[in-house]
T-cell receptor, first 113, second 114 residues
Framework: EDQVTQSPEALRLQEGESSSLNCSYTVSGLRGLFWYRQDPGKGPEFLFTLYSAGEEKEKERLKATLTKKESFLHITAPKPEDSATYLCAVQAFRGGATNKLIFGTGTLLAVQP | DTEVTQTPKHLVMGMTNKKSLKCEQHMGHRAMYWYKQKAKKPPELMFVYSYEKLSINESVPSRFSPECPNSSLLNLHLHALQPEDSALYLC?????????????FGSGTRLTVV
C-alpha cells in the first residue's frame, strides 16, 4: 500500500538554528515528490518537485533532497516567518494518464525569535 | 494569472441547506481537483476532473456532487451535509493529471455545518 510518513510531527527551533524535516515513502510507480508549505487556514503553497534520486533543489533558506526511499527538507538559519506546516506529497502512477497525489501528515514548524 | 480562486472563503450551512463551492483558474490547466482537509490532517482527495470529465471519485458520499462546466471552472454542490463534513475544502489544478508539474492550490473554503 502506498504510504507517506513525515517526521517529526512538530519541531520548535530558535531563529538561526538549522534543522531537517524527513519524508519517507513507499509507493509503486513514483512520478514525483512534492514539498508544500501551508499556513493556518490557507491552501498549500508549492515549494519543490523532485523526480529522481540524487536530485536537489534550493529556494532561499530551504533545500530539498531525494533518495530512493526518502526526502529531506533542510532549513538553514530559519526565521520566524518560516513557521508553517510543511507537507510532503508523492504522485503515484495509476494507469493511463491518471495520477494521484498522496500527502503525508505534515511537520508543524515553529521558529522562535 | 497563476492563481486558483475559491469562493466563498467561509460558509456556514444547516443540514437541510443546499449550497455550492466554486473554483476558478485561468492557467490553462486541464486537470482540477477537490480535496477535503480536517484540522491538523493532510488534504484528502475527493474528486479529479481531467479535460472536464470526472476521472476519479474517491468513494465520496453522494451529498457531495462535483461539476466541471468548462475548463476554467469547478463546482462542488453540497446537499444534506452532516456536522462531520465541516472542514477546509481545497481546489487545485495542474496541467493534466499525468503531469509531473506542481499542483496549484486555492486558499480553500472553510465550511461549517450546523
Amino acid at each position: 500500500e502506498d504510504q507517506v510518513t513525515q517526521s517529526p510531527e512538530a519541531l520548535r527551533l530558535q531563529e538561526g538554528e538549522s534543522s531537517s524535516l524527513n519524508c519517507s515513502y513507499t509507493v509503486s510507480g513514483l512520478r514525483g515528490l512534492f514539498w508544500y508549505r501551508q499556513d493556518p487556514g490557507k491552501g498549500p503553497e508549492f515549494l519543490f518537485t523532485l523526480y529522481s534520486a540524487g536530485e536537489e533543489k534550493e529556494k532561499e533558506r530551504l533545500k530539498a533532497t531525494l533518495t530512493k526511499k526518502e526526502s529531506f527538507l533542510h532549513i538553514t538559519a530559519p526565521k520566524p516567518e518560516d513557521s508553517a506546516t510543511y507537507l510532503c506529497a508523492v504522485q503515484a502512477f495509476r494507469g493511463g494518464a491518471t495520477n494521484k497525489l498522496i500527502f503525508g501528515t505534515g511537520t508543524l514548524l515553529a521558529v522562535q525569535p | 494569472d497563476t492563481e486558483v480562486t475559491q469562493t466563498p472563503k467561509h460558509l456556514v450551512m444547516g443540514m437541510t441547506n443546499k449550497k455550492s463551492l466554486k473554483c476558478e483558474q485561468h492557467m490553462g490547466h486541464r486537470a482540477m481537483y477537490w480535496y477535503k482537509q480536517k484540522a491538523k490532517k493532510p488534504p484528502e482527495l475527493m474528486f479529479v476532473y481531467s479535460y472536464e470529465k470526472l476521472s476519479i471519485n474517491e468513494s465520496v458520499p453522494s451529498r457531495f456532487s462535483p461539476e466541471c462546466p468548462n475548463s476554467s471552472l469547478l463546482n462542488l454542490h453540497l446537499h444534506a451535509l452532516q456536522p462531520e463534513d465541516s472542514a477546509l475544502y481545497l481546489c487545485a489544478s495542474s496541467h493534466r493529471t499525468g503531469s509531473n508539474y506542481g499542483y496549484t492550490f486555492g486558499s480553500g473554503t472553510r465550511l461549517t455545518v450546523v
